[in-house]
């Protein structure tokens, strides 16, 4: 079975902190995604990335960046952590030339 | 704009009834899939239907696309309680890239009373 982890379930954090967010996928898969998840808006895509060191901006990456160093590891960064950045967020990953996408268990960030 | 949006927003139904959720989307696409979410937890994929088919099936699920009115519906039938979670709806535009970018809609919450 693929699995899909993140480095925390919850996390809290002070505005203006930097924020890391850490994804790990065990299956080799080239594709990693971070969405956003908020009550009436579904999921959002923030930045993917189709092979090591590189991205690509999804519908909504202003204020996040990412980084892909290794294959199986993709980072979301929030460079100075605000109020409306206070959400849930997924991590997901696929094979290239599949169509599913794996989720992680997702991350709760509360930003006070 | 969202491509994908669900209706109901929420649906409350007895254990042994039917579910029917909707999903409907704005531009073409090349396949869409439906997702389930337990409360807190990740996405979970439960079945993928491409442009060119019209109805598939899966154990208790049945999905159908009508691209011409560009909407789609889950069926899930004899539900049980565990049945209880979100359901999403996901829409992959066609295009020439090969990782598989989804626009998810804004989901359906299913509750199942035993």
């Known amino acids: 079975d693929v699995k899909v982890t993140q480095s925390s379930r919850y996390l809290v954090k002070r505005t203006g902190e930097k924020v890391f967010l850490e994804c790990v996928q065990d299956?080799?898969?080239?594709?990693m995604f971070w969405y956003r998840q908020d009550p009436g808006l579904g999921l959002r895509l923030i930045y993917f990335s189709y092979d090591v060191k590189m991205k690509e901006k999804g519908d909504i990456p202003e204020g996040y960046s990412v980084s892909r160093e290794k294959k199986e590891r993709f980072s979301l960064i929030l460079e100075s952590a605000s109020t409306n950045q206070t959400s849930m967020y997924l991590c997901?990953?696929?094979?290239?030339?599949?169509?599913?996408?794996?989720f992680g268990p997702g991350t709760r960030l509360l930003v006070l | 704009s969202q491509q994908g949006e669900e209706d109901p927003q929420a649906l409350s139904i007895q254990e042994g009834e039917n579910a029917t959720m909707n999903c409907s989307y704005k531009t073409s696409i090349n396949n869409l899939q439906w997702y389930r979410q337990n409360s807190g937890r990740g996405l979970v994929h439960l079945i993928l239907?491409?442009?060119?088919?019209r109805e598939k099936h899966s154990g208790r699920l049945r999905v159908t696309l009508d691209t011409s009115k560009k909407s789609s519906s889950l069926l899930i039938t004899a539900s049980r309680a565990a049945d209880t979670a979100s359901y999403f709806c996901a829409a992959r535009s066609p295009g020439g890239t090969s990782y598989g970018k989804l626009t998810f809609g804004q989901g359906t919450i299913l509750t199942v009373h035993p």
């Open positions: 299956m080799d898969h080239e594709n």
């Open positions: 997901a990953s696929s094979l290239t030339g599949k169509e599913t996408q794996y």
């Open positions: 239907i491409r442009s060119n088919e």
